[in-house]
C-alpha cells in the first residue's frame, strides 16, 4: 500500500479525433477546480493567523501577559494572566487525570483485541470524541457541580473527558505499531506481561503516545463551553484546588470579544494571540515529535 | 501488519511475582470499563435532571414549541420551556456548514490522493489538519470582528439584493445571522470531513484506478466514475460526522448567531442555536432555568449521538472491507 499512494502516471492520451480533445480540456478544467477546493480551505486559515496577529501584536505587551484585569475593564490596560494560570492549572490537572487512564486503556485494546470488552471500548471511544463539549460540560455540572460547586479541579475534569476518548484511540493506534517481535524477544528473556509493557512497549511506542496526549492538551486547552459550565468565572489569579470559580484563557476571550468596550475587545485580541501561540506551538511541536520516530505517525 | 497477540497466560507463576500480571490486567480492564462507565454516567446524570422538564412540557411539546419563558422555583418547573426555536437554528446553521463544507472537502480528499505529488499533499494535509487545531472561541473572535462584517457581508448584501423575493434570502443582511455562523461552521468541519473522506479514498485499491487509466480514462473521469462511486458510503459517514460536530459546536456559534427568541426564515436574520442557548443564559438562569438547559443539553446529545453511531458503524465497515480488499 505505502508504494502505491501516490498519484498515478497516466500514459498521455492521443489528443486527436473523436471526443478526446473536449475530455482532456475538462480533465484540465477539473484539475483547476479542485485545487481551488484547496485554496478555498487554506485561505481561512492564513486569514486567521494573520488577523489574530495584525489585531493581537498590538495589544501584546508585558503589562498583558503579568497582569490581570484592571479595577475598570473599560480602560486599556490588564492583562490575562489569571485566564493563562487557570488555563494551563486545568489544562495540566486534566492530562494527569485522562493521559494515565488513556494509555492504559489502549494497552488493554492493543493487547486483548478480540475481547469483547476491548470491541465496545473502542467503538464507544470513537463515538465519545463526538459528544458536544457543551454536553460534557452539562454532565459535570450535574454530577459534581451542584454537590461541590465550581472551580478548578470541576474544570479539569471535563476537559479529561474531552480527552480521554482521543488520547486512547490515538495511543491504541500507536502501541499497534510495536513489532511483536520486541515482545516476544522480551518474553522470550523471561519477563513477565507487565514488565513487557513498561521496559519494552512503553519505551518503544513513547513518542508516538507523547504526540497524542500533546495533541489533546491542545483540543483541551482552546476548550470554552465546557468551562463556561464547570469553572465559571474569576477575577484575579485562583491557586484553589476547588471552589470559588476559575477562568481560561478562552472564557476571557469569550466575555470579552463580544463586550461593548473597544479595550476589551483589544484585550480579546492578544488573549486570542496567547491562545493560538500556545495551542499551535503545541500542535507543531507534537507532530515533530511523532513525523521524528519509526513509531509515531 | 496485524498485530499477533502474545501474552504470558501460561508461563508458570514464580513466587513474588504471582500478583504482578493478574493485577496489571485488572488496571487496563479498568480503565477501558472506565469509558464505557462515563458515557453511561453521562446518560444517566444528565437524564435524571431534566426528566421533569420533559415531563411538565411533554416531549412534543418541547421539542416543536417556540416559547421559552423561565420559571423563578427552586423546587419545581413552573415556566414554559420549548426548544423549536433553538432546534431550528442548530439545524438551519448545521445544513448551510454541510452545504458548504462537502464538496469543498471532497474536493480537497481528491486532490490530495489522486492530482497532488506526494511531497505537495503531505504539506497540505498538514496545514489542513492544522485548521482543525484552532480553538472554537478563535475563529467566533475571528468570525464575528473580522471575517463576517469584511468578506461575508457584501456578498451576502449582494445576493440579498438580488434574490430578497425568496423568503430564504430576504434582507437587510443583519450582523449576527444564521449564515455567518453556517460559514465559520463550515470552516470548521472541513477539516474534520476532508480527513476521512481522504483516507476513504485512498483505500479505493489502485489496481481499480489502473485498470480505468487502461481504458484510456483521463484523471478526472477515474476519480468520476471509479474513485467517488466506489467510496459513496464513506462520504456519506463522514458527512454525518461532520454533521454531528456541527450540530454540537458551541462557542463559535454563539458569538454569530446573534440570539433571539423567534424564528426567522431569512438565514441573513439572527436566530439561536441550542448549544449557543446553553452558554448564553447559564450563569442568568434561575434553578429550573439550568434543568431546562440540561433538557436541552439531553437533546441536543440525543441528535448527535444518533447521528455518530450511525456514521461510526457505516465507517467501520468501510475500514474493515478495504482493510481487507488492501491488505
Redesign the interface.
Known amino acids: 500500500?505505502t508504494a502505491?499512494?501516490?498519484?498515478?502516471q497516466?500514459?498521455p492520451?492521443k489528443t486527436s479525433g473523436g471526443n478526446a480533445r473536449r475530455?482532456?480540456a475538462?480533465?484540465r478544467a477539473?484539475?483547476v477546480?479542485?485545487?481551488?477546493?484547496?485554496l478555498?480551505?487554506?485561505i481561512?486559515?492564513v486569514?486567521?493567523i494573520a488577523?489574530?496577529v495584525a489585531?493581537g501584536l498590538p495589544a501584546m505587551n508585558w503589562e498583558f501577559l503579568t497582569s490581570t484585569f484592571n479595577f475598570s475593564r473599560r480602560e486599556p490596560g490588564g492583562g490575562y494572566l489569571h485566564g493563562l494560570v487557570g488555563t494551563l492549572y486545568m489544562g495540566g490537572l486534566a492530562a494527569l487525570m485522562s493521559i494515565p487512564?488513556?494509555i492504559?486503556?489502549a494497552?488493554?485494546?492493543?493487547?486483548?483485541?478480540?475481547q469483547r470488552?476491548?470491541g465496545?471500548?473502542r467503538?464507544?471511544?470513537?463515538?465519545?470524541t463526538?459528544?458536544?463539549?457543551?454536553?460534557?460540560g452539562?454532565?459535570v455540572?450535574?454530577?459534581l457541580v451542584r454537590q461541590i460547586g465550581f472551580g478548578t479541579f470541576v474544570g479539569a475534569l471535563s476537559l479529561a473527558?474531552i480527552m480521554?476518548?482521543i488520547v486512547?484511540r490515538s495511543s491504541e493506534e500507536i502501541l499497534?505499531?510495536?513489532p511483536?517481535e520486541l515482545?516476544?524477544g522480551s518474553?522470550a528473556l523471561g519477563a513477565?506481561?507487565?514488565?513487557?509493557?513498561f521496559r519494552v512497549t512503553l519505551p518503544t511506542a513513547a513518542p508516538g503516545l507523547i504526540t497524542g496526549a500533546m495533541?489533546a492538551v491542545?483540543?483541551a486547552?482552546?476548550?470554552?463551553?465546557p468551562l463556561?459550565?464547570t469553572a465559571?468565572?474569576a477575577q484575579s489569579v485562583v491557586l484553589d484546588f476547588q471552589g470559588g470559580g476559575q477562568t481560561a484563557l478562552?472564557l476571557l476571550?469569550?466575555r470579552e470579544?463580544?463586550g461593548a468596550f473597544e479595550a476589551g475587545?483589544q484585550r480579546?485580541?492578544a488573549g486570542?494571540l496567547e491562545?493560538?501561540a500556545l495551542?499551535?506551538l503545541l500542535?507543531i511541536i507534537a507532530?515533530t515529535i511523532g513525523a521524528r520516530s519509526r513509531y509515531g505517525r | 501488519?496485524s498485530?499477533?497477540?502474545?501474552?504470558?497466560e501460561r508461563?508458570p507463576r514464580r513466587h513474588g511475582?504471582a500478583l504482578?500480571?493478574p493485577l496489571?490486567?485488572w488496571?487496563?480492564?479498568?480503565?477501558?470499563?472506565?469509558?464505557?462507565l462515563?458515557?453511561a454516567?453521562?446518560i444517566g446524570?444528565?437524564t435524571?435532571?431534566s426528566i421533569p422538564v420533559f415531563f411538565s412540557q411533554g416531549l412534543w411539546q418541547f421539542l416543536t414549541g417556540t416559547t421559552w419563558d423561565p420559571g423563578f422555583s427552586r423546587t419545581e418547573i413552573t415556566g414554559t420551556y420549548q426548544a423549536g426555536v433553538f432546534l431550528y437554528g442548530t439545524l438551519v446553521t448545521s445544513l448551510i456548514a454541510i452545504v458548504l463544507a462537502l464538496?469543498?472537502?471532497?474536493?480537497?480528499a481528491?486532490?490530495?490522493?489522486?492530482?497532488?505529488?506526494?511531497r505537495v499533499a503531505r504539506t497540505?494535509t498538514?496545514?489542513?489538519e492544522?485548521?482543525a487545531?484552532?480553538?472554537?472561541?478563535?475563529?467566533?473572535?475571528?468570525g464575528?470582528?473580522?471575517?463576517a462584517p469584511v468578506?461575508l457581508k457584501p456578498p451576502a448584501e449582494a445576493v440579498s439584493d438580488a434574490f430578497g423575493w425568496i423568503p430564504l434570502f430576504a434582507g437587510p443582511v443583519i450582523s449576527f445571522n444564521f449564515f455567518f455562523a453556517g460559514v465559520v461552521l463550515a470552516?470548521m468541519i472541513?477539516?474534520i470531513i476532508?480527513a476521512i473522506v481522504r483516507e476513504v479514498f485512498?483505500a479505493v485499491p489502485?489496481s481499480e484506478?489502473?485498470a480505468a487509466?487502461a481504458m484510456?480514462a483521463?484523471?478526472?473521469?477515474v476519480?468520476r466514475s471509479v474513485v467517488v462511486p466506489r467510496s459513496r458510503p464513506g462520504i456519506i459517514g463522514a458527512t454525518m460526522?461532520g454533521l454531528?460536530?456541527a450540530?454540537?459546536?458551541?462557542?463559535a456559534v454563539?458569538?454569530l448567531i446573534g440570539g433571539g427568541t423567534t424564528i426567522n426564515f431569512s438565514i441573513f436574520q439572527q436566530g439561536e442555536s441550542v448549544?449557543a442557548k446553553?452558554?448564553n443564559t447559564?450563569?442568568e438562569s434561575t434553578p429550573e432555568g439550568?434543568d431546562a438547559?440540561?433538557a436541552l443539553?439531553v437533546t441536543?446529545?440525543a441528535m448527535?449521538?444518533v447521528?455518530?453511531?450511525a456514521?461510526?458503524l457505516i465507517v467501520?465497515r468501510i475500514g474493515d472491507v478495504s482493510g481487507d480488499a488492501?491488505?
Open positions: 500500500m502505491m499512494t501516490g498519484p498515478l497516466r500514459p492520451l475530455r482532456t475538462f480533465n477539473m484539475g477546480v479542485l485545487s481551488a477546493a484547496v478555498l480551505a487554506l481561512p486559515l486569514l486567521i488577523v489574530i489585531n487512564i488513556g492504559a486503556a494497552i488493554y485494546l492493543t493487547e486483548y483485541p478480540r470488552l476491548a465496545l471500548v467503538f464507544f471511544a470513537d463515538v465519545m463526538g459528544v458536544p463539549s457543551v454536553f460534557v452539562l454532565f455540572y450535574t454530577l473527558i480521554l476518548p486512547v499497534k505499531l510495536v511483536g515482545k516476544r518474553y513477565r506481561h507487565w514488565q513487557t509493557i495533541l491542545a483540543r486547552l482552546g476548550e470554552t463551553a463556561v459550565l465559571l468565572a478562552p476571550i469569550f470579544a463580544r475587545q480579546a485580541w486570542a491562545l493560538m495551542v499551535l500542535t507532530r | 501488519m498485530a499477533i497477540p502474545v501474552t504470558t508461563l511475582r504482578g500480571d496489571f490486567r488496571i487496563l480492564i479498568g480503565s477501558s470499563a472506565l469509558v464505557l462515563i458515557l454516567l453521562m446524570s444528565t435524571i435532571d464538496p469543498v472537502s471532497v474536493g480537497i481528491l486532490f490530495l490522493t489522486d492530482l497532488a505529488p506526494m497540505l498538514y496545514l489542513v492544522l485548521l487545531a484552532v480553538p472554537s472561541v478563535v475563529y467566533g473572535l475571528w464575528l470582528h473580522f471575517f468578506i470552516i472541513i477539516p476532508s485512498s489502485d484506478r489502473f487509466y484510456g483521463t484523471r478526472w473521469e476519480m460526522l454531528g460536530r450540530l454540537g459546536e458551541t462557542i454563539a458569538l448549544a446553553i452558554v447559564f450563569q439550568i438547559l440540561i443539553g441536543l446529545f448527535t449521538i447521528i455518530n453511531v456514521a461510526r467501520r488492501v491488505a
